[in-house]
């Protein structure tokens, strides 16, 4: 029998080629059975017919009704849409939920325990990683050029962004003109899960290379209890005292927890 012209490599139809990562989190279908016109279609056709109307769906809730009609597992299945386009993203979003608790808690999880979830390769995982600096710079954005005490929402929003979900203890420094406005805003130090190791000589000595006259001091509880304990109560008198003597104000020491956050100032510790 005649066979007709091969067709040249342009003329082939094309297929995306599919990551190894988590882009082929869900195989193809198997076989189907014989006489089903339906699951004849070609493979990546009936993996979208599975879920397209519900992503339609979703996306017109969002547009329509706005965030609050969404639950923090769409809201991220809406994100995923775009991170992993030909796959089903709704039992991801729901993995990551469960494994760190929240929506915040995913944002905030290290890039290290996002890939430990099944579907979520290194790729999602640094984007994942890069939204969730996007909202910390975007919260810090808030305070520049501002008297940081008159904006205390927005500093403990941007401290509880930044801290809140770290697997370690991590000392921060918001150093202060003379008119309260944030000059620096820097991590001194970084330790395990329960002790940061602070040295009250280096944290005014940096205070006077930035000529500030003011600080904030804010560290984390990994454990989630803000609750200051008696070193970092002592820890906090040893600093006031090393600034006083060089004219820097120590206005608070905030700690973060992942449900709140505690004042040493607003307790009257200090």
């Given amino acids: 029998m005649a066979k007709g012209p091969v067709p040249s490599s342009d003329e082939l139809p094309f297929e995306e080629p599919v990551a190894a990562d988590e882009r082929s989190f869900f195989g193809r279908p198997g076989k189907p059975p014989a006489g089903n016109a339906k699951a004849a279609l070609p493979a990546s056709l009936a993996v979208q017919e599975h879920y397209h109307g519900h992503r339609e769906r979703l996306r017109d809730r969002f547009r329509e009704q706005g965030e609050t009609a969404l639950a923090d597992y769409e809201i991220l299945e809406l994100l995923l849409f775009r991170l992993i386009p030909r796959r089903d993203t709704k039992p991801i979003a729901k993995a990551l939920i469960e494994r760190f608790g929240s929506l915040a808690g ?12 099944k579907g979520v390769g290194e790729a999602v995982a640094l984007d994942l990683k890069l939204i969730s ?14 008297q940081v005490l008159s904006s205390w929402s927005s500093v403990i929003q941007y401290c509880h962004a930044a801290m809140a979900h770290e697997t370690r203890e991590q000392f921060r420094i918001l150093f202060l ?31 006077l290379e930035l000529s500030a006259t003011a600080m904030i001091l804010v560290h984390n509880h990994p454990s989630g209890d803000p609750t200051p304990s008696r070193a ?20 608070d020491h905030v700690i973060i927890g992942k449900d709140g956050h505690v004042s040493l100032k607003g307790l009257k510790l200090i």
């Fill in 106 to 117: 995913v944002f905030g999880a290290p890039a290290s325990l996002l890939t430990e979830v």
């Fill in 133 to 146: 600096t996007v909202a910390q710079r975007t919260l810090k954005s808030e305070l520049r050029n501002k």
């Fill in 232 to 251: 970092d109560i002592d820890m906090t008198k040893v600093i006031i005292e090393a600034a006083k003597a060089l004219d820097i104000t120590v206005h």
């Fill in 177 to 207: 003109d003379k008119r309260n406005v944030l000059i620096a805003d820097e991590v001194q130090g970084r330790g395990t899960v329960d002790h940061t190791p602070v040295y009250p000589r280096e944290v005014v000595k940096r205070a």
